[in-house]
DNA sequence: TCATACCAACTTCCATGGAAGCTGCAATGG
DNA sequence: CCATTGCAGCTTCCATGGAAGTTGGTATGA
């Protein structure tokens, strides 16, 4: 006997994700790469085929995405994908300039020895920034400094705050690669606000981080406007 | 013929709620109630025995719940009932003062009409919390002054964030009641962001809404300590 | 006595089909 | 010609059952 193998009670790492996982994961991947285009409306039955499982999943899926405002479910009509005006992007920068602002605070409020190993991290990003070769490179950097800034501020809620406004103009980000703002400018105004948290001074280190943002927004607004875009 | 009544295209009103609208909300309410016990586990069978559905409406709003923070999905083993401890609280509370900060700091930079008027409905929220009798009506006055602000603010997302971190901070409120914390300091504290909205002083206004909070968060959180309180 | 293997009872996960609602078009009646 | 009605084809909503994973208790062995 005992021929089969037995499986192990943890079979090596985690279980395969759920299938309502993958269809998570999936839908959003399409819907930020803009494979569908904004506006669109689909049904769970299409989504279902696409993706190799049935309605139940991408139900489940799509109740997800609603909560996190990527899509709407219409009653009985079907999966409606947002669209992103102008003014939603000018509400998501509101939103990450006021929780950056108060991240920056509170690293800065952090005792040396944390801030300083934490200034140091920031620093990394930044010169890799400035070091990156191409557009591509540098906006992965800059990604990277933004998302290590609001992960290391001690507040798990900020992190998801900003993971759920980040994935909603993710759509927005791939426009705007196209449009390559001078990523440039950004490097002194990160290394103002590591100077503001190595100086512990955090309300030095909130105006910098909001003036980033805040000077970020006021570039691309005007060159979304410019391009006549109406939604992403 | 045509004895049966023929149904309009739209039936007076909205339609019913689905179940799982119905299910989210009662589990919901529940949960805020604590009917079910921070940390407690449940099943979706019970559930859907206790809510009078079959096990997929639970399920459902149960993801809804999920994604608000209020319960986690354990693969295979049931539903847990999240509980919040005293450190949850205080990331709260800072989430809160980052976006009440800068929701009166816009209100602030509108257009004097606007903001005068808009003042005057937070006046008379603090007028109406001043003259309120017992606990309980300070408390409602206080949350709709409150509510006010932020929904007064232009910013959607701001109130969005606010609603969701509410629901999860709700049945720590249930607790705060019987502390009854002295909520006559607010009256004041509320006057002087008003003055500052009224004035057109965004920084005042900024400041002013977060020493609110913050007082309030200094006063609750050594509270909840002396009474020992590890989770809610 | 203690560690291991096994098993029975639980749980969610997911597919599926019928019920119910929405929509656009064609047929009908003025 | 226009308004209304009825219907066909679509959609989601929800109940249900089998598949598969988890767990705690019990029997078994050294």
């Known amino acids: 006997m005992a021929i089969a193998v037995r499986r192990r009670r943890k079979p090596a ?5 759920s299938l309502v996982e993958q269809a998570y994961a999936a839908f959003k991947e399409a819907i930020v790469r803009a494979e569908f285009p904004p506006g669109i409306q689909l049904s769970a039955q299409e989504l279902a085929l696409r993706f190799g499982t049935s309605r139940t999943p991408i ?9 996190e405002g990527l899509v709407r479910i219409l009653p009985k009509k079907g999966i409606l994908v947002c669209a992103l005006s102008p003014e939603d992007i000018r509400e998501i920068y509101e ?4 929780i950056e602002g108060d991240a ?5 409020r952090m005792p040396e020895p944390e801030r300083l190993a934490i200034a140091e991290q920031l620093d990394a990003e930044t010169a890799r920034m400035e070091a990156a070769a191409d557009f591509e490179a540098r906006s992965l950097a800059d990604m990277a ?5 609001v992960e ?8 998801t705050i900003l993971k759920t406004v980040n994935s909603q103009a993710a759509r927005a980000q791939v426009f705007m690669v196209q449009l390559r703002p001078n990523i440039e400018r950004s490097v002194p105004e990160h290394r103002a606000i590591i100077a503001a948290i190595c100086a512990g001074d955090p309300d030095l280190a909130q105006v910098s981080a909001r ?17 006549g875009l109406r939604h992403f």
Do not use: W, Y
């Open 152 to 159: 290391a501020c001690g507040n798990a809620r900020f992190a």
């Open 211 to 227: 003036a980033h943002r805040g000077r970020v927004r006021d570039e691309i607004l005007p060159m979304l406007a410019r391009f």
């Open 59 to 67: 139900h489940e899926a799509s109740l997800r995405l609603q909560e």
């Open 145 to 149: 400094f933004h998302t290590r800034l």
């Open 95 to 98: 939103v990450i300039i006021a």
């Open 104 to 108: 920056a605070a509170r690293i800065a």
């Open 13 to 17: 790492g985690k279980s395969r994700p």
